[in-house]
């Protein structure tokens, strides 16, 4: 059986102040820290979301009219900064506001786009459509671009 409704009466009236645990950590609500656990009882964020079956953790599925999936970025007062937009023929990411996108691995800025489209490596503030900037030493086996005809 189901439970589709809570009303006042099913729950005591210090339960606001309780954590609520649903089917042994399936769904799991820290009350103290504002926090949702999904298949964790020890939520880390807002919403922290472990995956015992799989490494599929979330699903977003695309509406029924055309497939377009979406998950959008909002600023604290709502307003929409960036989207992961997607269906069957394209997989946008969208800055939405004037705004770079900023590549990193471990740690470090790699590769950024500024929102006037200019595309740098290396550098933070590229002036060029592409600029690649490297500032390691120059040993004879360093390239830092390489293009190779089939």
Do not use: C
């Amino acid at each position: 059986m189901a439970l589709t409704k809570i009303s006042t009466g099913m729950l005591k009236q210090d339960a606001a102040s309780s954590d609520l645990n649903i089917d042994a950590g399936t769904l799991y609500l820290d009350v103290s820290n504002n926090r949702v656990g999904i298949a964790n009882t020890n939520p880390g964020t807002p919403l922290d979301v472990q995956s015992n079956s799989s490494a599929e953790g979330i699903r977003v599925r695309g509406r029924s009219s055309d497939s377009i999936g979406q998950i959008t970025l909002t600023n604290n007062s709502g307003t929409a900064r960036s989207q992961l937009q997607w269906n069957d023929n394209f997989f946008n990411i969208k800055a939405l506001a004037a705004i770079p996108m900023i590549f990193y691995t471990t740690g470090t800025e790699r590769m950024r786009i500024q929102s006037n489209g200019n595309v740098g490596i290396g550098t933070g503030s590229p002036d060029a459509k592409f600029e690649v900037e490297w500032t390691g030493t120059h040993n004879s086996s360093d390239s830092i671009a390489r293009i190779t005809a089939p």
